[in-house]
């Protein structure tokens, strides 16, 4: 080859990367119109998208989120970061899926509580609840953690464990108290030591952590789930906007995150690095543990084609959050999709984070 036409080969080659990561990143922007849209007509206040496809990465902010690195409280995503906490003490064999969760908690104990395992707890079979009979009313007292764990121990089961799904938010709350006795540290310090520190999530707090309640995005509550106080003109004090809510972090719904935090986390579990839980175990929690005729749940993640976006694989795995949130990642495509919005779950049908992220899973099959 002649020096002149290797140089030009060269140079082609230079210029063409800056605009080849232009044009792949463009494939990302009819995700990125469905929020421009939604924020412009004032239906969603603040949202951000995030996607990581292999290497590269997407990512903007709309309406009045600040900047690419906003806080949302998370909702129900909270779940499976709560979870991989606990799993890390799995990986220090401190206990197995199958235990009976009396054998670290012993006042959980009649009327078919002894057979409650925590892989029970963590699939959402447990028999019990999702929130308290009582929850509006210790949301209303300022009640501690512990006192909604008192109740969650004596609350009847719907059924006999492993008999039916039941979305259970209760189940997460006593994973999270036995990861506490094991650790012997409090579900917040467990949390940023197991999972926000290990993988740089630096804009992520459960509950406010060492950041101020004017840092945080808020919720709209027009339209938010009743459990959050909507509709009730009493619940400023105690709605997913309140200092006391946001600072009580609850692990089955009250961590904080920016939507590249979200991002990391996802990582962790599409590449298995290790760097949280043992690349064995973030397997295990990204695949199915319910029987056939159940909804597929992995350990504290919605798995399957429907934890996704239309046109995900079988392979996806993520959560969604009832303040406004979702988050996939789909091995088959490489593709992690984050999208961080302040419009309640309910508050709209089709809600924009679902169109955007449809979008998102039809560019990366492209």
Known sequence: MKRRTFLAGVLAATNACPLLAALRRERWDKAAEVLEQATAKKQVDAAVLHVVQHEESFTRSFGTAASADAMFLLGSISKPINVTAVMSLFDQGKFRLDDRVQKFLPEFKGAGREGVTIRHLLTHVSGLPDQLPDNNKLRKQHAPLG?????????????????????????????TRIGEILSDMDYVALVDRKVFEPLGMNRSAQGLGPFKLKDMVFCQMEGAAPESGSGDPQAKEWNWNSRYWRKLGVPWGGT????????????????????AVHPETAGLMTRNHNLPGFRPRGLGFAVGQASGSAGCSDETFGHTGSTGTLCWADPASKTVCVVLTSLPSRAANPHPRVIAAERVAAAARR
Not at 149 to 158: W, Y
Not at 261 to 275: C, N, T
């Open 256 to 275: 904080h995150a920016s939507a590249p935090d979200v991002g990391r986390f996802l990582r962790e579990f599409l590449q298995r690095r290790g760097q």
């Open 147 to 175: 006192e909604f764990v008192e109740r969650a121990l004596g609350t009847p089961l719907a059924f006999k464990p492993g008999t039916q799904y039941r979305y259970s938010s209760m189940g997460i709350l006593l994973a």
